[in-house]
């Protein structure tokens, strides 16, 4: 079934009903109507004609991509599908030839018989060019003059700049100088890499039920006049139609080359073995697709449903397949697999991916991330705490009956915001209405948010004046379900401004949902999404960070640990990353996670779904580190660490939205609408950097600034905004400004320290949103914009690097030990854009005339930076150490003494002994002699 704009998209002859419909019902009906409408002679004619055309051939005026040329743009199958475990480099080329030029006669001979466009990706190599004015000559060799073609950026960067379009052969063959690459997307190329291996798991019971065909540009594009699309419709019968024998339909195998008749014979005469990928997709049709098995599968288990884009240049729309896997079979998971190299080889699909399975990946937090002092609370004090603020979350459910978010008197809205509500304002039942025992999205929805009504309680969150909107997605059992990534981000808006994930998958890629997220926080500026980097870093793991933590717009949050008791028995302390707190770069080398936040043991309120209003513990004793009592949970993860930011992020909008930057005064600014980027770069600007990843008895691994373990480095308000003798910086910062292609932007500050002000550093952050990239993709970033501070002569660049950041779209500058009128300019340059123009958000923080900060004037000092538990962990280590090996010394020394004073004793009582026995022999002697004598004298 397909979704769209509230509408049903209707098969000839159908009413329209609300209610849902299995696609397979929408593919039986059109079949009959097809059937019925069908003639003998019709299909006759139909054979003849096709018949007539198989010979069609074409010459494209530009060469096509290598297959290490197209590795080096896109993440697909394409090496694994045109190579044998013996084959050579140049035979894997050879086949890749031979399967390019089989793909251009298809389309040319798709072209004549009904103007079938297909996809193409164009790439242009011309030098000293940026991406944007690439394109331009794209499409002025396209004679791009028609509403119908639209050109996609796929890769942007100093040397290729490529595009995907739809197009009919003979215009793609007109394509032609050295500058040009022109490369039909070939199914094999549509397939994300290590998809097919996720669908053979599959076949074996692998739990994926999610595909996601992301559709070429154009195709299928929202309107606001739009009605059901028998062109959209047709795409559904041509994909299933192809794998049910009994249609009129071709067979699936001459869509593509490693399956076709020709690649068959061309193996056979050479004598050589199909490709291992061949053999796979031929064995997969011949059991699955001429047998007929198939179809009560896709009657059965099978749901489909369409994602319209808004713009065909920057996004695509997506037909998401459902697979119910619930009960089935090898043979269900067979027909799955099989349907997959159908939907590769339709021409409105541009690449097809895997949604994988996702999984679920704090009083002291408050004053960790607000003051770094224990028990100071100065944004909470000056009235910043969330209120008016509604924070979007999607997890497992939340317990409304819990008293951190229990109403008495309204109720949340299903279909929009109940605004009136204390805290809950909506909830959306996609799984269930509610969390299981101790569930996790309670205690991520309490570490937001959570409030009791009496203003008490040891669980309060992060921002708790903020409501919540929430987008229930698990089961009883903590298993999440996912709706269309376009349902999940409407949770609560246009009041939402910002939706916390605590959930993915352990997939490094640039995936579908990735490229939905960036699509979706693109086209919504002031929206900002923050997901959980994942729990997969143990053993200092790299490349770890999972999906959707891999989208470039987004925030994905790592965790480090906190404080004191809050930490288990033997951590280290704050300024330590947890051990399990996944690691980036992602696959395309980007820098996550972005920042960290306290992630471990976490308190916050605890699900008793069979309990009505539980709270704190009676006894008063708070639950130890990941422990629970009655209303109260304490967990770890970076599950925790995103809600935390996620509250935080509330507050920085709020103290924007109440106008207190830039003089931190409720109601003196104006800078009260802020975008997503901006909350973004204020969070990253003042993060500060970690001492090392605490990994238990394994040590404690180094740092560096920006790397993969860390990003940007932990949450920290104080070096974020201004609050008068409450923070260390002032806050600059400039909102949706904009920068054309090849052009700069420039900025002069002024180090200003009259007022108090004790700051040493500059810091400059520059952030942007950009349009999604494709999924695989192997450079990510499309529009390349570079960040220089220059100062005293000095050029400084971003994010550690003695050169502009290629990879990243977001970069800050640290400059140290910046003295009272020290002026710094600040430079953004559009150095290679894939458009005209790009926007971005900018903020510095530093001494512009502000006051001191007065936390700290009693000599007292942020936990971080006094965090000396790695120096007590050794001397606990050493005492440990030393304590019972100077008990074993001790007990040798007490023991050798003691076994001295024996030997001396022994000794001595010996030499006694023979002085006696000496004495005895001597009288002996004595008596013996006198006896002689006596008898002598006798």
């Not at 990928?277 to 288990?301: H, I």
Request: glycine residues 8%; negative net charge; contains cysteine.
């Amino acid at each position: 079934m397909f979704h769209h704009s509230g509408q049903q998209l209707l098969l000839p002859n159908q009413p329209h009903r609300s209610s849902s419909i299995h696609a397979y019902s929408l593919f039986s009906l059109t079949m009959s109507w097809l059937l019925r409408s069908a003639t003998v002679l019709g299909a006759v004619a139909t054979l003849i004609l096709r018949t007539c055309l198989t010979n069609a051939e074409i010459t494209p005026g530009a060469r096509h991509l290598t297959i290490d040329e197209l590795n080096g743009l896109l993440a697909t199958e394409t090496r694994k599908e045109f190579g044998r475990s013996a084959d050579t480099r140049e035979e894997s080329a050879a086949l890749w030839q031979h399967a390019v030029v089989y793909e251009w006669n298809k389309a040319a001979r798709a072209e004549d018989y009904n103007g079938q466009k297909y996809p193409y990706a164009i790439c242009h190599m011309g030098q000293n060019m940026s991406g944007y004015k690439r394109k331009l000559a794209i499409a002025s060799e396209l004679n791009y003059t028609t509403e119908d073609i639209h050109l996609r950026t796929i890769y942007n960067s100093q040397d290729y700049y490529c595009v995907y379009g739809q197009f009919v052969a003979s215009l793609a063959a007109n394509v032609t100088g050295d500058d040009f690459i022109v490369q039909p997307v070939l199914p094999s190329l549509k397939f994300m890499e290590s998809s097919v291996d996720a669908l053979q798991q599959m076949q074996a019971g692998y739990s994926i039920t999610t595909l996601e065909a992301n559709l070429c540009p154009g195709v299928a594009m929202a309107s606001e006049n739009h009605t059901a699309s028998n062109d959209e419709q047709a795409m559904v019968d041509w994909i299933i139609g192809k794998l049910v024998p009994e249609t009129l339909a071709d067979p699936i195998s001459d869509e593509y080359y490693l399956t076709s008749e020709e690649y068959h014979n061309v193996t056979e005469s050479d004598g050589e073995k199909a490709t291992e990928r061949a053999e796979l997709w031929k064995g997969l049709l011949n059991e699955y697709q001429e047998s007929g098995v198939c179809a009560e599968t896709f009657k059965t288990r099978l749901t489909w449903s369409l994602e319209r884009a808004k713009d065909a240049e920057t996004g695509n729309s997506q037909a998401t397949i459902q697979f119910n896997n619930t009960g089935n079979s090898t043979q269900d998971r067979g027909c799955v697999l099989t349907l997959t190299l159908a939907i590769a080889a339709h021409p409105n699909v541009c690449s097809l991916d895997l949604r994988r399975e996702v999984s679920t990946q704090n009083i002291i937090a408050q004053w960790i991330t607000q003051s770094e002092l224990e028990n100071e609370r100065p944004f909470f004090d000056s009235g910043l705490d969330g209120t008016g603020q509604v924070v979007s979350v999607s997890d497992t459910g939340i317990d409304v009956n819990n008293c951190y978010f229990l109403d008495n008197e309204q109720s949340p809205g299903l279909s929009k915001v109940n605004s009136l509500a204390r805290k809950v304002v909506q909830y959306i039942p996609f799984v269930d209405d509610g969390d299981y025992k101790y569930g996790h999205g309670t205690h991520v929805a309490g570490t937001i948010a959570g409030k009791r009504s009496d203003g008490g309680g040891a669980a309060e969150g992060a921002a708790p004046g903020a409501k919540l909107a929430f987008f229930d997605i698990g089961d009883s059992s903590g298993a999440l379900t996912l709706p269309p990534d376009s349902s999940l981000l409407e949770v609560g808006r246009p009041d939402s401004h910002i939706h916390s994930m605590s959930w993915g998958a352990e997939f490094n890629f640039y995936t579908s949902q990735a490229r939905n997220f960036d699509q979706f926080m693109y086209e919504n500026d002031d929206f900002l999404i923050l997901v959980a980097a994942g729990n997969s870093g143990g053993g200092d793991a790299a490349n770890s960070v999972g999906s959707p933590a891999t989208a470039k717009n987004v925030i994905a949050i790592g965790a480090h640990h906190s404080y004191g008791t809050s930490n288990p028995r033997g951590g280290l302390g704050p300024a330590y990353i947890s051990d399990f707190s996944s690691r980036g770069p992602t696959s395309d080398g980007r820098t996550k996670p972005d920042i960290v936040a306290v992630g471990q043991s976490l308190l916050s309120a605890g699900a008793l779904p069979d309990e009505f209003g539980e709270c704190d513990p009676s006894n008063g004793k708070i639950p130890g580190a990941n422990d629970h009592d009655e209303g109260l949970l304490s967990l770890q993860g970076t599950s925790m660490a995103t809600p935390l930011t996620a509250g935080t992020a509330a507050i920085i909008r709020q103290y924007f939205e109440e106008g207190y930057y830039p003089t931190g005064v409720k109601g003196e600014g104006s800078l009260t609408n802020p975008s997503a980027t901006l909350i973004k770069a204020v969070l990253m600007n003042g993060a500060q950097f970690m001492k090392g990843v605490d990994n238990g008895s394994s040590g404690v691994t180094p740092v560096e600034p920006y790397d993969s373990n860390q990003g940007f480095g932990h949450l920290s308000l104080q070096n974020s905004i201004y609050l008068p003798g409450k923070t260390n910086v002032q806050l600059q910062a400039y909102d949706r400004e904009s920068v054309i292609d090849g052009l700069s932007q420039t900025y002069d500050l002024e180090i200003d320290t009259s007022g108090g002000c004790t700051s040493k550093d500059l810091s400059v952050t520059l952030v942007w949103s950009e349009e999604a990239s494709s999924p695989g993709c192997v450079n990510c970033l499309l529009n390349d914009l570079d960040l220089t501070v220059t100062l005293g002569g000095v050029t400084y660049y971003p994010n550690g690097l003695g050169q502009p950041d290629r990879r990243n779209n977001a970069e800050r500058v640290i400059i140290s030990e910046v003295m009272n009128k020290d002026v710094a300019t600040i430079t953004v340059t559009a150095f290679n854009l894939a458009r005209y123009e790009q926007k971005y958000s900018l903020v510095a923080t530093g001494c512009f005339g502000g006051v001191a900060n007065q936390l700290f004037a009693s000599g007292q000092c942020s936990v971080f930076e006094c965090d000396n538990s790695k120096n007590e962990r050794i001397r606990t280590i050493l005492l440990c150490i030393l304590i019972p090996l100077g008990v074993i010394i001790l007990s040798v020394v007490v023991r050798y003494i003691w076994k001295r004073k024996s030997e001396r004793r022994n000794e001595d009582e010996s030499d006694n002994g023979d002085s006696k026995r000496v004495d005895v022999d001597n009288g002996n002697d004595q008596h013996e002699d006198q006896i002689r004598d006596d008898t002598f004298d006798q």
